[in-house]
């Protein structure tokens, strides 16, 4: 069973930056390809980025693109969302997702989930 534990959520101004980590508890990390989810009140959950097992490929909506880096560190057995001018639209709860269950990573369909951190962007 893989555990995910998201960080480093919070308050930040619209124009700023924030970097969240995504822990995983075990070692097949390193051949799992990992997703950023977020969900807003009311709205669907949607994709924001995913990375590949190996970390060649990334994918991002195009809402975040140019904005967010998704990035992985396999010693720390850790995925990073660098997210930088933020938006208020983009206050949301962000939900770390391991092991795609579909070749498409952009779909909600993995099989393990963190509890999500909350990100708030102020304007």
């Known amino acids: 069973q893989v555990q995910l534990v998201e960080s480093g959520g919070g308050l930040v101004q619209a124009g700023g930056s924030r970097r969240l980590s995504c822990a995983a508890s075990?070692?097949?990390?390193?051949?799992?390809?990992m997703g950023w989810f977020r969900q807003a009140p009311g709205k669907e959950r949607e994709f924001v980025a995913a990375?590949?097992?190996?970390?060649?490929?990334?994918y991002y909506a195009d809402s975040v693109k140019g904005r967010f880096t998704i990035s992985r560190d396999y010693a720390k057995n850790t995925v990073y969302l660098q997210m930088n001018s933020l938006k208020p639209e983009d206050t949301a709860v962000y939900y770390c997702?391991?092991?795609?269950?579909?070749?498409?990573?952009?779909?909600?369909?993995?099989?393990?989930w963190g509890q999500g951190t909350q990100v708030t962007v102020s304007s």
């Open positions: 075990r070692r097949t990390f390193s051949s799992a390809s």
């Open positions: 990375i590949s097992w190996s970390g060649g490929i990334t």
């Open positions: 997702a391991a092991e795609p269950k579909y070749s498409n990573y952009t779909l909600p369909q993995y099989r393990y």
